[in-house]
């Protein structure tokens, strides 16, 4: 199983916003334990908040990378703030923009809204959440810790998203 | 800006970076040992810093960066006399009472209290 979160980058502009999909699908083997059924209740599939999270995570990222035309190995380093009001459930699609709050050597700061999307068409869109998180540059860090030259955070199943998305340098 | 507005801004930013409630937010806390921060609050910090107050702060001007590797500035875990003299010349802002009685260099970070982060900000703001 690859750790991919999202699954397109609709829309990238430059040191700015990041919007990008995650289909939600009962293939998802972790699904089927969050939550799996007990002598009481039946079964319920829920997207756990955590991957949310790291879907957030991949999106703002990403956008943070490209700033620097992903020469910079970019980390979560904190978050902010995670508030989630509502269950994602399979079937449905989250929708993730995030943008850029603060930016420059040593890392940089994003806000973010989580959407859930019904591809079926029975319910509106709506806001599910708000995510904003801090990134460290891990080259530039404080402590003067060295780190393997090659960049190890954006891999290639990253490089796979960007190129299926049709991600250039001026975005996409 | 009077010092109690700036203490008040930074105030809320340390609530803010470091969900902490107002009122431990003294002028004599401690960030590390008082408030919890840890190294990527101090980024998170000079982020906010430089949102509320409309100010620049380059990298290493408020916090001290690479003070740990050079071995002129830290020898058998103990910051030197030249280590010391070298970190306020970087950093008149600072608070080197208890560094000075006990040079640790697993304190260093306990310099930084809310004060000299007031005390940052009015000389910024006097020097813009």
């Given at each position: 199983?690859?750790?991919?979160?999202?699954?397109?980058?609709v829309q990238?502009?430059?040191?700015?916003?990041?919007?990008?999909i995650?289909?939600?699908?009962?293939?998802?083997?972790?699904?089927?334990d969050?939550f799996?059924?007990?002598?009481?209740?039946?079964?319920?599939?829920?997207?756990?908040?955590?991957?949310?999270?790291?879907?957030?995570?991949?999106?703002?990222?990403?956008?943070?990378?490209?700033?620097?035309?992903?020469?910079?190995?970019?980390?979560?380093?904190?978050?902010?703030?995670?508030?989630?009001?509502?269950?994602?459930?399979?079937?449905?699609?989250?929708?993730?923009?995030?943008?850029?709050?603060?930016?420059?050597?040593?890392g940089?700061?994003?806000?973010?809204?989580?959407?859930?999307?019904?591809?079926?068409?029975?319910?509106?869109?709506?806001?599910?959440?708000?995510?904003?998180?801090?990134?460290?540059?891990i080259?530039?860090?404080?402590?003067?810790?060295?780190?393997?030259?090659?960049?190890?955070?954006?891999?290639?199943?990253?490089?796979?998203?960007?190129?299926?998305?049709?991600?250039?340098?001026?975005?996409? | 800006?009077?010092?109690?507005?700036?203490?008040?801004?930074?105030?809320?930013?340390?609530?803010?970076?470091?969900?902490?409630?107002?009122?431990?937010?003294?002028?004599?806390a401690?960030?590390?040992?008082?408030?919890?921060?840890?190294?990527?609050?101090?980024?998170?910090?000079?982020?906010?810093?430089?949102?509320?107050?409309?100010?620049?702060?380059?990298?290493?001007?408020?916090?001290?960066?690479?003070?740990?590797?050079?071995?002129?500035?830290?020898?058998?875990?103990?910051?030197?006399?030249?280590?010391?003299?070298?970190?306020?010349?970087?950093?008149?802002?600072?608070?080197?009472?208890?560094?000075?009685?006990?040079?640790?260099?697993?304190?260093?970070?306990?310099?930084?209290?809310?004060?000299?982060?007031?005390?940052?900000?009015?000389?910024?703001?006097?020097?813009?």
């Open positions: 199983m690859r750790w991919m979160w999202i699954d397109r980058i990238l502009v430059p040191r700015e916003r990041l919007v990008a995650k289909n939600i699908s009962l293939a998802e083997e972790h699904l089927h969050h799996a059924a007990t002598d009481d209740l039946p079964a319920m599939p829920i997207m756990p908040a955590c991957f949310i999270i790291e879907g957030m995570a991949q999106t703002a990222g990403i956008l943070v990378g490209h700033a620097e035309g992903f020469r910079e190995k970019v980390i979560l380093a904190k978050v902010s703030k995670a508030e989630l009001t509502e269950d994602a459930v399979p079937g449905f699609t989250l929708r993730y923009t995030a943008t850029m709050e603060h930016f420059d050597a040593m940089a700061s994003t806000r973010g809204v989580v959407e859930l999307l019904d591809p079926g068409g029975t319910t509106s869109a709506r806001q599910i959440g708000a995510i904003d998180l801090m990134f460290s540059h080259d530039q860090n404080m402590a003067g810790t060295q780190f393997p030259e090659h960049n190890f955070v954006f891999s290639e199943s990253f490089r796979t998203l960007l190129r299926m998305s049709g991600v250039t340098d001026q975005g996409v | 800006m009077t010092r109690d507005e700036i203490f008040s801004k930074i105030q809320a930013v340390l609530v803010d970076a470091l969900a902490v409630d107002d009122d431990e937010v003294q002028m004599n401690i960030l590390t040992k008082d408030l919890g921060a840890e190294s990527i609050d101090f980024l998170d910090i000079v982020f906010k810093l430089e949102q509320a107050f409309a100010i620049k702060i380059a990298q290493g001007e408020l916090f001290p960066e690479g003070v740990s590797q050079d071995p002129e500035y830290v020898k058998d875990g103990l910051v030197t006399p030249k280590g010391l003299a070298a970190m306020k010349v970087r950093m008149p802002h600072a608070n080197f009472t208890a560094l000075e009685q006990d040079p640790q260099v697993r304190k260093v970070a306990e310099i930084f209290t809310v004060e000299v982060l007031v005390r940052f900000v009015e000389a910024k703001l006097a020097a813009k």
